[in-house]
């Protein structure tokens, strides 16, 4: 059972947001040779690249989507995950009918045990609410036989949804607390792939040390840390316990 | 790992609380080999004895407790169970503060990993309440160095409220599900030690029916389970998938 | 079934809080032949008389207690309900085990099918949340047979908490709107009954109006009506509508 | 007031979603006489038609869609409800603005006092969330004036939503629980008349009996029972009661 | 500090909902020297108008459309607040992309640092809901440099959305209560500039006083308030502290 | 108006909770002449002294609590505020009336305009919910003339409530966000004094950052924070922007 390979999906709404939200967790699995792939909805072109269109006035959108898709391919490089881009407008990001059923039809393809992605409120960023209404609605579809009669349908997916910017104001409350502490080294290679957000290092370095400060408390040692919620309860052989400040995960 | 011995505390309000909502998470447990032990408050001598009641006029409210102790006796047996019995009075049963350091005190001298109990709020039953809340008070204090010095203190515990009576009435939405199909047919030998309640029967073993068919959708196989809230979020080395319609708890 | 006499109790924290949140509620049941008893825990001699205090000066807190004690009976007796006294200390109402009890065996002589009362969260009040939570307790032991096994129990009553005076804050939403235009001029003449808290008479009444003007979009000629929130789900033998002479439900 | 024919329309997303979740609800409508329409926006033939996709490798859409009309009409037959189809595609099921206006419209011509149909949030299933969203919009425009000058408009409306497959995960809590002992046998022929999803008749055969099993507390000798959540609260002329175990619904 | 011009911007779904939910606090604001401005999405020429509709028989959308625009401009220029119309269709309004991205290069060329607008659930209305949503979107949009490059971006603008009509259906819980007496003269005379929903002059009145009757037990003197519910926490430089009855809002 | 001096209550559950959660917003009312007064309920002297306990064998409990005082007074003075002491038992704190009319009779002395205080849910920390309960019980008391007629009795006070150590688990959304940059020096300054809980320096250290580093969206240079959260909504005489000088809402 140990050696079985999961396969991971991370559905992100702009160039790397996956990287600042799971950058640690991308890496964990990565490292211990799952398969992960990253879905890449938009480059955040417009709305998260402002140094670029500050610092450089008369680029081009099509310049700093090129800018930022070496980015993102070097951060998802560095966390040891596979990217795949929609190549859609960011603010406003909208999902058309077919839209949605692509990505059906790549999850499918992909057919993921885990999916990573926004949380379901995001009162600063509705692009982020977009993508999380596109992806519960392609799971379903995914899941099903009849929509794609000619491959698979995925099992049941379990959704964990990423810790936005603002958790507060996105009445976020993490249920699900990920260790990172042993690959904190290469998420902090990976968001120094991102200069057109560099003020993000700090920002999101002090974010993982904090969810590690606060979950200290519970296991003993651990340094960083990421947050998720899930979207569906667990399912499980039995309660688990944690001893001894560690963490200790076994079905009976 | 494997081989480690778990500490599970069972908090139950009344005679056989723990018996209609984890009479099966109890049984896997004590299968498996772990410690399982449940502390009784009170026998439900007064609010959950009606047949008694109604039909041997006159009976006297110690024939009513001593009946119930011997029945929650033989269920917690047939479970595997080790129990022991506070005899407060139910109904309404209050918790002063020497109360809840003597389950504190008893909490710090079992040091368990895991305590099943009474959700936060039953408007229905204030005893299930002041259960929780007293449970709630003295895993703090039995956590901490200078309460009782002479004794190490606990670790955190994971805490797992079980389902009420009435869940929709008590705001109750369980975000784990046990699978007790294995052990439910002890748990069914342990409610029918139970005459007092006897069409509790049909009606726990219906809802543990109930649990698992909702689970069976995530779950292929299940058939009977019991669901429970958590009061702290996990904390987890890697986030977990389900594949192929089973449930695969592992750690990376 | 038209001819069965209803029991209604009214459990109140402070000497008058029953006129200004359900005095039109009250008043319709007992213009209509049922028996409405109030149960009035203190007489909110010391937080709810402000101006005999300030007007007064010198004035002993017995003699508060009297003259709070005459308007609640003559504000009672406008309404048409019986009304009991418990003479207990407010600001801080706080009730001992042997108070509850109290109040269960009280409710378990009058054998009421509803009970209007607080509700949950007063963030203002204590003493409304102190009545909330005993009345929920008391509720129970006056349903089992073992408690004062020589009384016959209660059966399942139902509740509605009543429209607390700053309803946002304690984050009160009412359920059910009760229709009390026909009886609003009995409500009125109760609220003269109070000179102590004259200023009342003016705020409640524009509340009665307001619940009617909201309601007004839903029911045609309401004027003046009482908000409640249940705590239980109602058990029906059909979904209702309201249709024709009845409840009328059409757009203005 | 008894012989008041009331109108009801159910909105059900997929074939015989309005079986599961509320047969007995529209057969004891239909056995009092009351008028029944269902509207069945899809008949589930790409996402809720497994087994003849699993079964039948090469069936097409078209012949799924057909044989479910059937068994989506037989159904309804047994209730005793008039059923219409929209033929539009599930999963994804979309509403554009001019579905919207449609179903407005036969709102509108069918003018009923009561719509049932699915809850606001369904993290398993966007089509289910998508029909609420246009039901709700739907009666407002069916309610105003302007929208169809020439067609009368509806009054306000009565809605309750109906209790989805996993009510934990869409927070689904129901207010209302409907008695449908006496006409249960009618469901579960009516259940017996689908089998693509013949699993489902014991799944809703066991929650059907579990809501009865929790209500009994509250009503004595119900057997079957269905929880609806209402979208708006009651309008009432007076506080309801129950009495003696037994439920009474009656004006003042 | 004082003599800053505020820029307050006012996105109102129909015809004059801005003048019953937050005419007195835009009147305030008018008064006190600062900009307002009013977009009026629709004229609710359908779903607004029932008096239109239902005395004068055959009348045209156009013309319904016509004398509700005068009545808004009368309303807003009594306000003394500038309106402009999008002249879109109401009951269903719904956003394409391109009419947010209207929305948002409107809000860029106004620039404000405060937004009133509609709240996020009204299950009454699901124009009012949609325009929440695109204003949601378009402030972001408006905020990043790289959607209109040319033109500078906001900054982050504070949103209050205002009390839709019906609060309890909306879960609408204000936590910012605007003191309008001094200026509610001014409201009620914008209010009379609307004939065809004269009705709501009283309704609306009565509701204003209800507000401030709420407020007066925390602010001495207050007769008229209007309530309004942040979108975005408050940043502030000291915790602020009301003295005597009076509301001191000041730094540190 | 600058010049007028505010009263500010802070009630503490142990030793020094103020430090940690409320240090920099308590320096910065002491530093701009506002008078601040800490009521320390217990010295934390079993639950929050680990390192004294463990490293210290045979330490008695009246050393612990006067070695905690010690610190509790150094850090209120780095803070500017006098502070006084109930030396209560913690873990369980609990009170009973007479201390709650206590601390009633210490509010309405010292007559503040606001309260900070611990949050109303902590499942980890029975202590603070205590404390919370009874402030809110005993501002009421405070504010009526009838409990101490002898003394005028206090306004409204604005109550704000602190972050708790595990936001999450309590469920705890700031409201309201203070920066406290400029004066985090001293709290710095204030946590040194406490090498008992040496520890927490980094810990909240690291939590006031990440607090401003969330803020920094809105406001330019801010680099610490504190988040609270109100128990009542504010009443203002208008919405406020903040532009200029004093508030800076602005994109990075």
New interface residues.
């Given amino acids: ?2 050696a ?1 390979k ?1 396969r ?1 999906l991370v559905v992100s709404a702009h160039a790397v947001d996956f990287v600042w939200r799971a950058g640690g ?1 991308i890496a ?2 990565a490292k ?1 040779g799952h398969a992960v792939k990253i879905i890449d909805v938009t480059l955040g ?6 140094s ?3 610092n450089r006035p008369g680029i081009s ?1 099509e310049e ?1 989507t090129d800018i930022r898709k070496q980015e993102a391919r070097r951060a998802a490089e560095v966390l040891g995950a596979e990217i795949s881009f929609y190549d859609m407008e960011d ?2 990001l ?1 999902f058309e ?1 077919t839209d ?2 692509r990505l ?1 039809l790549d999850i499918r393809k992909f057919h993921p ?2 999916v ?1 992605t926004h949380s379901r409120y995001d ?5 982020h609410d977009n993508v999380h ?1 596109a992806v ?2 392609a799971l ?2 995914a899941n ?4 794609f ?1 000619e491959i698979p349908p995925t ?2 997916v ?1 959704i ?1 949804t990423f810790e936005p ?2 958790p ?2 996105c ?1 976020f ?7 990172v502490s042993d690959v904190y080294g290469v998420k902090l290679e990976a968001m120094k792939q991102v200069p057109t957000q560099a ?1 993000m290092v ?2 999101y370095g ?2 993982t ?2 969810r590690g ?7 003993k040692g ?1 340094q960083y ?1 990421e ?2 919620a ?16 560690e ?6």
């Fill in positions: 059972m140990e079985e999961k991971v967790t964990q699995y211990n072109q417009r709305g998260e690249s402002e670029l269109w500050k959108e700093v603010h406003l909208t009918k949605i059923m059906a045990g885990i990573l009162p600063l960023n509705t692009d209404k519960i609605a379903r579809i099903v036989t009849g929509t009669p099992g049941q379990q964990f910017d603002q507060d104001m009445k409350i993490p249920d699900t607390i990920i260790d003020f700090e920002t002090r974010r040390a904090h400060s606060l979950a200290i408390r519970f296991k651990i840390a947050g998720f899930r979207v569906r309860p667990m399912w499980e052989s039995s309660l688990t316990e944690r001893r001894g400040g963490m200790i995960l076994q079905s009976l």
